[in-house]
C-alpha cells in the first residue's frame, strides 16, 4: 500500500499568511530587478558643456573613437557601472592660482587689501617669512601673482599631473615662482614697482606657456596678474620719487602748453605745417638742391605764410597796409602836384610863393608853436625856461585847447 | 534535499565571484606602476608597468604595491649659502620628479614620504655647491640674455649633478630642477632698504631737475621756433613793402624830368609844414628874408630871394634859422 500524503484541512490564518509572505517577495523581486536595471544604467552620465570627460576602465583609459583620443566631448557618455568603469571630469573653468611666495607677511585682516596699502612696522625683512624679489640692479620688491589656467587637454592632463584641476597647483607654483625670479632679476626697480608691470606679467606668462609644453601637462596659462610694490619701508622715499616724477611730467607739460601758446600766438594753428615746411626749406639749403626745387618749397612757404594766423598774419597786414599806405600818399602827392604843376607851368615864381607861403602860414600860425624873432646884435642869449610848473601849465592848457 | 532557489544560487555565485575577484586581482591605472612583492620578496622582474587587471594571490602571500608614476614636486629648506664673493643668499630649491624605477624606489624608500626626504637632502646638497661657486651678479644683473643664460646654466647643473645618482639610488626621474625663491639675510635686507631710500632721493632730485632743464629746451626750441617763423614772415613782409614801393615808383616815374625839381619843392614844403606842425620852438634872426619883410615891407629882394626855384635850394625860401622838433623845456 503506497503511503499518500495526508491532506491537512486548510487553515484559512495560515493560507492569508503565505499570500501575505507571496506578495511582500514578489514586491522585492520587482525592487531588486529594478535595483539592478538602475544599477546596470548607472554608468550613463553626461559631460558637461566646457568639460572634458574620460574613462577609466579597469585601469585603462578608454579611448574615444571619434577623437581618437582618451577625452569624451560634452553629451551623454555610455559606461559600466561601478566598479568597471571609473568616470573623470574634467571642468574648462579658468582657475586660480595665487602666488605670494615673495610677499612679506601679512596679518589676516591685510589680505584683501592692495599691497601698495599695507603698512609693515618693521625694518628689515625676516627670511622664510617675508618674501621679497631681488631685481637685476640688486633692489627688493614685493609681489603677489595670480596666475589664471585652464586645462586644455584632459588625457595629458590625468596621464601626468592629477584629476582635479586644482592638483597641478603645486607644480605650476614652483614653475610660476621661477619664472617670476629669472624675470625679475634682469629688470631695473623702478621699472617693475612704478613701470609696466603687465610686461612682467606677460614674460611670466610666456615662459610658464613655453615651460608648460615641453612637459606636456595639457595646461593652458591663461593670464599671470602681478601686483608689484616696493617693500613698505622704503616706500615714502620712493612716493618722493613718483611725486617728483609727476612734477616733471606736469613741469614739462606746462611748458609744452607754453610752446604751443608760443607758436600758436606766432602762426595761429597752423604753425605746426609751417614749421616743418620751413624745415624742409632749410634741409633743401644745406644739401645744396637746385634753385628751381627750392623755389617750389618756397611758393608754398609762402602761400602757408599767407594762411597763417597770430604775429605772422598781423605782420603780413601790417607790411600790406603799409605798402597800401605808401602807395596811396604818393599817389595823393601825384595828384596834389598835378594839380598844382599846371599853374606852375604857367607861373612858377608865384606858385612856389603862394605854396611857401601857405606852409609859413601853417608853421607860424600854428598855436602850439613859438616863435622868436632875434634882433640884430652881435650876441643873443636864449635862455630856455626849464620850469616844470609852466610846462605842465602849459600841458593843461594844450589838453584842454584840445577837448574843446 | 531541499532544491537552492536559482535567484539565491546567483546571488551566492555573484558575492564569491566578488570576493574572489578582490582576492585575486590587483588593478594597476593608467597613472600607477606597481610592485609585486611575494612572502617579502620583491624582483625587477615583477614590476608592472601598463594598466590593467593583474592576477595576484591574495594578501599576504602576495601585495601588490601600487605608486602614482605622476609628476610630482618636491622642495628644499631654505639655507644660506655664501657666495664666492662673500655674499650671503638663502636659496631655495625646487625639483620635479616622478618614480621612474618603481622596484628601486620599492626597495629603497618604499614609502613617498621617505623619498621627499632622500630628495630634500640631494637637493640641498647640490644647490649649496651650485649658489656657493658662483657671484651674486650671476643671479641678478641687467643684462636680460646673461642672466638668463645663467639660470639655464644654473638649473642644467643642478639638473646633472642630481638626476643620475636619484635615478640609480632610489629610482626617481628628475624632470626638472630649478630656484624658487631667493632672499637675503635680515641685516642684509636693512643696509638694502637704506641704499633704496638713498637712491629714492637721489633719483627724485634727478626728476627735478630733468623737468626744468626739459621745460627750459621746450620753451628755447618754441622761443626759436617763433624766431625762424617771424623771419621768414619779415621776408615776406619785406617783399608787401617792397611791391607797394614798386608800385608807387611807377606813379612818380610819370612825373617829366622838368618837374622833377617842382616836385622836389612841394615835398620839401611837405616835410617842413609837417615837422613844424607840432609844439616847435622857432628863431628868426635879423638875416632871414621874412625878417627883412617884416622890418621893411619895400625891400622887394626879400621876396624875390623867397620865390627863386632855380637860384636857391628847396629849403633856402624857408626861415634861415629854423629849431625845428619838440622843445626841450
Redesign the interface.
Known sequence: MANRPIERPADPAQESLIGALHTGFNVLRLLMIVMLVAYAFSGISRVQTGEQGLLVRFGRLVMNAATNTAVHEPGWQLALPDPFDEKIRLSGKTSTLIIDTFCFQRMPEQMTMPLASVEMMKESLTPGSDGALLTGDKNLAHGIFRVEYRVADGEAFVRSIGETAEAVQPMLRRLAESAILREMSWRRFEDVTRGDMSAVGAAVRERLRSQIGELGWGVEVVGVVPELVEPPSVRSAYREVSDAENRKKETEDKARAEATEILNKTAGTQNAGLLETIRIYGNKQLLGAPESELAEVRKQLDAELEQAGGDVAARLRSAAAEANETFESVKREYEIFTQWSKQHDRDPQLTRILLWDEMRAAVLQNPENEVFYLPTSKRTVITVNRDPDLERQREIERIQGKRK | MNRVPF?TLLTGLLLVGALAFYAFTA??????VAVRVQLGKASPESVIKE???YFRWPPPIEIVKVYDA????T?TA?A?TKTVDGKNL?VSA?A?WRIKEPHQYYIRVVEDAEAVKQLRTRLGQVRSAAVGKRE?GF??????EI??RN?EQLEQEMLAEAAPGILRDYGIEL??V??????????V??T??Q???Q???K???Q??T???S???A??A???A??R???A???T???E??????Q??TQ??S??ESS?RE??A???V??A??TS???????????SSP??KT?VDPLDGSS?ND????KARSAVS???T?LAGGR???
Open positions: 535567484p588593478q594597476v591605472r593608467f597613472n600607477q594598466p590593467g587587471l605622476r609628476l610630482r614636486t622642495d631654505e644660506e638663502i625646487y620635479l651674486l643671479f641678478a644683473n641687467l643684462e636680460n642672466v638668463q639660470w624632470v626638472k630649478g630656484v624658487r625663491r631667493i632672499s637675503l639675510p635680515e641685516q635686507t636693512k638694502v632698504f641704499a633704496m631710500i637712491n629714492a632721493k633719483l627724485a632730485t626728476y627735478q630733468e623737468g626744468n626739459q621745460a627750459a621746450i620753451k626750441r618754441a622761443e621756433d617763433k625762424q617763423i617771424l621768414f614772415a619779415e615776406k613782409a619785406q608787401l613793402r617792397s611791391r607797394g614801393i608800385r608807387s606813379i612818380l610819370q612825373i618837374n617842382f616836385y619843392f612841394l615835398r614844403l611837405d617842413l609844414r613844424l606842425s607840432q609844439r616847435s620852438t622857432i628863431f628868426l634872426d635879423s621874412l625878417y617884416l621876396a623867397l620865390a627863386q626855384p625860401p624857408a626861415p634859422a622843445s626841450e623845456n
